[in-house]
């Protein structure tokens, strides 16, 4: 243990009244190794660092900035378990000071071997926060590790790239991050290359750009070894075609094939046949396809496809029946944080804009439309956004002066 934390922790064993078998106790830390790193006959790991922080009841870090010398080992290069604690708390907690100089640390260093492992160190750290589900903690790290690591064939460069697209996929740098992806997939093992396939073809699919989706899923079709990834380049075709104007046939051709991968593509094939038939106009399908989800629990995935099916029936009663029913599991699609949850909860809006407007409640469904079509048109869903526009023509004759204006202004944004 290095001087400067000798000299916090002694005055603090004298205010407590505490002897070290008083600290060991308090903190949980083994008698004979708290006597050892008093001693420094041991080396004071980070994690006894921070039971003996909360023993004495202080705040988390609070020692952070005397603890860095001993990231380092005797020859001073960096100590792998150390320095990788070290550098997560930092970041978790928010010391950007204390963070900031361990990376000016490790850029100091002159031997360009020892550089590239400390950058691994980096890498292994943002890892361990996407893995817990710490994006907004691991993208700077992995941002840092992309500018630093020189080595441009580098499996955790390219992974680094893929994992920095999954968390700003949605954003307007996705695209750009993108580019740089695709040229780095050869570099990654192919867990991560089918991965990237994966979730580009997912975003584009988000994004509703159908020629996208159907590329990039043929993409994964092809070097898919996981069956699951394998039936979700299927099942993207097959939304990708319907859009595309492709015909029923080959859509269903193509779950055919996915629905023999394993019982829950067997299942989900059922539900996706009543889909391409609605969605190729065969309207009548609903039904069935409403009784097939009833028992689910991912029915709300199709509930705005239904409730716009009714209104495109004129069944209204219906229509009403599925608002009522399903109006609990609409508030939380509503509030929900996953994206997925909030764009299937717009399509809800535009189905419950077209059911109001079908009502005569057209200055209602004319503002639900509007807020729609601002909505999708910010999040980049382009097709939903003319379909938007469309559906606000039709009714046009109803709308009133301030929504005459928001529509102009829509409008006025195509035009820019």
């Not at 550098?87 to 031997?111: D, H, P, T, V």
Request: charged share 25%.
């Amino acid at each position: 243990m290095n001087q400067e934390l000798l000299y916090e922790f002694i005055p603090l064993l004298d205010k407590n009244k505490w002897t070290k078998k008083d600290l060991a106790t308090k903190s949980g830390i083994n008698y004979s190794d708290i006597i050892r790193i008093f001693n420094n006959k041991k080396m004071l790991s980070f994690h006894c660092l921070e039971a003996i922080t909360q023993a004495f009841g202080l705040p988390v870090g609070s020692f952070y900035d005397k603890y860095i010398q001993l990231c380092f080992n005797q020859n001073g290069y960096l100590d792998k378990r150390r320095s990788m604690a070290y550098i997560y708390k930092c970041a978790l907690y928010g010391f950007q000071k204390e963070l900031n100089y361990m990376i000016n640390l490790i850029l100091e260093e002159n031997s360009k071997t020892i550089r590239i492992k400390n950058y691994h160190i980096l890498f292994l750290v943002a890892e361990k926060f996407f893995l817990e589900g710490n994006e907004k903690e691991a993208l700077p790290l992995y941002e840092l590790f992309i500018e630093l690591m020189p080595d441009n064939s580098s499996e955790e460069k390219a992974i680094s790239y893929y994992r920095k697209f999954y968390i700003i996929r949605l954003t307007e740098e996705g695209q750009a991050t993108l580019v740089h992806l695709l040229e780095y997939i050869s570099y990654m093992p192919m867990e991560f290359q089918e991965l990237t396939y994966l979730w580009i073809t997912a975003t584009y699919y988000t994004l509703k750009q159908w020629d996208k989706v159907f590329h990039y899923a043929k993409q994964l079709e092809k070097i898919a070894q996981n069956e699951e990834h394998y039936g979700r380049a299927l099942m993207y075709q097959c939304f990708a075609l319907t859009r595309l104007g492709e015909s029923l046939n080959e859509v269903m051709t193509l779950i055919d094939q996915y629905e023999i991968i394993n019982e829950y593509y067997s299942d989900i094939a059922i539900g996706n046949r009543f889909v391409a038939l609605i969605d190729f106009g065969e309207l009548n399908y609903v039904d069935e396809y409403r009784s097939w989800l009833r028992n689910r629990t991912d029915q709300f995935v199709g509930i705005p496809r239904i409730l716009e099916t009714y209104v495109k029936l004129g069944r209204l009663e219906d229509a009403s029946d599925i608002i009522y029913h399903y109006e609990n599991e609409m508030t939380k699609l509503k509030l929900s944080s996953q994206l997925n949850k909030q764009h299937l909860y717009l399509d809800y809006c535009y189905a419950f804009s077209l059911y109001k407007c079908e009502s005569k409640e057209y200055t209602d469904g004319l503002n639900e439309l509007i807020n729609v079509a601002e909505s999708v048109k910010n999040l980049g869903i382009f097709e939903k956004f003319k379909q938007c526009l469309i559906a606000i023509w039709k009714y046009r004759n109803y709308m009133t002066p301030e929504l005459e204006q928001r529509y102009i202004k829509l409008l006025s944004v195509i035009d820019h």
